[in-house]
């Protein structure tokens, strides 16, 4: 039905419970859409949804249909957290991406950036350092595409609070 309407070639997600998995499948069959539905019978409660609430900035809500609650998702696996988990909450080594294309690849702790990473502009620009609790604190490098060092500050609380280029 989905492919006589779109003119798209439809697959199904996988039966899964490990939410992983089913980003991976779903990005490995090339999948740009996906709907979740509440008709009561639908297995995408257990298998589907699990994946969407755990990684929701990977699922753009296009349109939603009412009675019952029906939504097509726009499937973005570029997007949001990618990484190491803790009790579900985003713990160790990850990567995070944002709509506008920056990218913050480092440690996570208790859901937060939490320790060393690097920030990624989408002008190419780098910025280094520690942040605690999601703020960034201490020594800050910013740097060029190219590697070349622009700035090195000190932050406190996210502010910038003094340039170590200043003489």
Do not use: C, H
């Amino acid at each position: 039905m989905f492919f006589l309407f779109s003119n798209k070639y439809v697959t199904g997600y996988k039966n899964t419970l490990n939410t992983e998995e089913q980003i991976e499948f779903l990005k490995s069959k090339g999948t740009d859409y996906v709907v979740l539905d509440q008709l009561g019978y639908s297995s995408t409660g257990r298998y589907l949804l699990p994946a969407i609430k755990k990684y929701p900035l990977k699922f753009k809500v296009i349109k939603q249909v009412k009675n019952p609650d029906t939504y097509l998702m726009k499937f973005q696996p570029e997007l949001g957290y990618w990484g190491e988990w803790k009790d579900d909450k985003r713990e160790g080594k990850g990567t995070f991406v944002w709509e506008n294309e920056q990218r913050f690849v480092g440690e996570f702790k208790n859901n937060l950036r939490n320790g060393k990473g690097i920030l990624f502009y989408p002008n190419g620009n780098q910025l280094e350092g520690t942040w605690v609790n999601d703020t960034l604190q201490g020594a800050v490098t910013l740097k060029s595409q190219d590697g070349k060092i622009i700035e090195e500050s000190i932050f406190e609380d996210n502010q910038k609070i003094r340039d170590l280029n200043q003489k």
